[in-house]
């Protein structure tokens, strides 16, 4: 059985009318210790997903569907039950640590909660558990760091907080939303390499989600590609990069930086509002492979070929023309 398993998840936003779904049919499911890539521009249900996961979603959001892990389904358990799960066989790195963090309290002390509420241990236990947590996140001088307030560190030094709060308990999976936003190039590469170095350490999962192409290449083994709050493409990584088959993907990947000299071919239009979506396929009216079928009918996810003999490592497109495009 993988991990977490994913079967025909929607979300929806309550409304004054009727709920407005951002998320269609999602489907997809992460191995023990695998790293999975979920990729998409803003707005199109990535962190809604991760939320949905860790059963913290908005007020007037609600998911319907099956989720998954280690056999139990995270939609039918109650209140008392996911937190329980939840910073201790589930943790989630946050986009942006400055808002995650709590500003009138050390860092030493929001991390030492998580290991008194979920493990038991003294104040002092958590404490010195604390301290060996942000050396092993490589945070210097971790006996004066843990008495500082989120304000008085640096970005970097904030997101290794929440790293070390993250992985207190040693969980299954982890979910990195974004670690790397509003950090410079070089702290990015630290903070990926860190989480790497910890997934092999640790033996867990990491659901890594990001609007960067390029982090994916280099840090996930499978990949997702999101749009419109629908999988459009699930395939491995090199086979993604090396044989895109959907023309959401293949535009992302042309709208990467390549030789100097060589424009940027940018996909044409917008991400259209959950609630103004187009008939049939949710990305024809962007499609330059768009035929007068497409805009009749939305096509399921469907399998189109098999590289290694495991079923999670089909490749999965939602396009009638897949095979058509080279």
Do not use: W
């Amino acid at each position: 059985m993988p991990l977490l398993d994913i079967k025909a998840l929607h979300i929806f936003f309550r409304s004054m009318n009727s709920p407005i779904k951002v998320v269609s049919d999602l489907n997809f499911e992460i191995e023990e210790s695998e790293v999975f890539g979920l990729v998409g521009e803003s707005g199109c249900g990535k962190s809604l997903t991760a939320l949905s996961i860790m059963g913290i979603l908005p007020k007037n959001a609600y998911s319907e569907g099956v989720i998954t892990f280690k056999g139990s389904n995270l939609l039918k358990l109650d209140k008392e039950s996911m937190r329980r799960l939840r910073g201790n066989e589930l943790s989630m790195i946050f986009q942006e640590p400055m808002t995650s963090l709590n500003p009138v309290l050390t860092v030493g002390y929001q991390v030492a909660e998580v290991l008194t509420t979920h493990r038991g241990l003294s104040k002092k236990e958590a404490m010195d558990n604390t301290i060996e947590l942000f050396r092993a996140v490589k945070i210097s001088s971790p006996e004066i760091r843990i008495k500082e307030y989120p304000h008085q560190m640096s970005g970097g030094m904030r997101q290794r907080v929440m790293i070390a709060m993250a992985i207190a308990c040693k969980p299954s999976l982890l979910i990195a939303d974004e670690p790397t936003t509003a950090l410079d190039v070089t702290i990015q590469a630290q903070i990926l390499e860190l989480i790497q170095k910890l997934r092999e350490e640790m033996k867990m999962a990491v659901l890594l989600i990001t609007h960067d192409l390029g982090i994916i290449a280099e840090n996930a083994q499978r990949v997702a590609i999101m749009y419109a709050g629908r999988l459009m493409e699930l395939a491995d990584v090199h086979e993604l990069f090396n044989n895109p088959k959907h023309p959401y993907t293949i535009g992302l990947l042309e709208s990467l930086p390549k030789e100097k000299g060589i424009p940027l071919k940018p996909i044409p239009g917008f991400v259209p509002e959950p609630d103004k979506l187009p008939p049939g396929c949710k990305f024809s009216d962007r499609c330059r492979f768009a035929k007068p079928e497409c805009k009749q009918h939305e096509p399921e996810l469907r399998a189109i070929s098999s590289f290694i003999p495991r079923p999670s490592s089909f490749h999965f497109v939602r396009c009638i023309r897949a095979e058509e495009i080279t």
